[in-house]
């Protein structure tokens, strides 16, 4: 990831809600890193300077912030999951 300058897109209470959006950016070809991963495991205290940061770099904060504003069909998502999961 270009690190002359990141953009904060989003933060959270725990690690494995921001893995998602991690892979999500990920999979939409959007750069991504998590700051302050593990300190919500190490130091469970519910504090904003706590949370995990899901930043990009500001070139692609557009493209992150379109990616996760999307919505999906939830249950397209059932079908689906059903289908793969039996």
């Known amino acids: ?4 300058k990141v953009v ?3 933060s959270f209470p725990t ?9 999500l950016l990920e999979s939409g070809g959007v ?3 998590l700051i ?6 190490v130091l469970p205290l519910q504090n ?3 949370n995990v940061k899901l930043a990009v770099a500001e070139k692609d904060a557009e493209k992150a912030r379109e990616i996760l504003s999307a919505k999906f069909d939830q249950q397209e998502f059932d079908d ?7």
């Not at 990831?1 to 002359?4: I, Q, T």
């Not at 690690?15 to 892979?23: F, N, R, T």
């Open 1 to 4: 990831m270009d690190k002359s």
């Open 15 to 23: 690690a494995g809600e921001a893995l998602i959006y991690k892979s």
């Open 80 to 86: 689906l999951n059903a289908l793969v999961c039996g």
């Open 48 to 50: 904003e300077l706590m």
């Open 36 to 41: 302050n991963e593990t300190v919500p495991d």
């Open 8 to 10: 904060i897109i989003k």
């Open 31 to 33: 750069e991504c890193e």
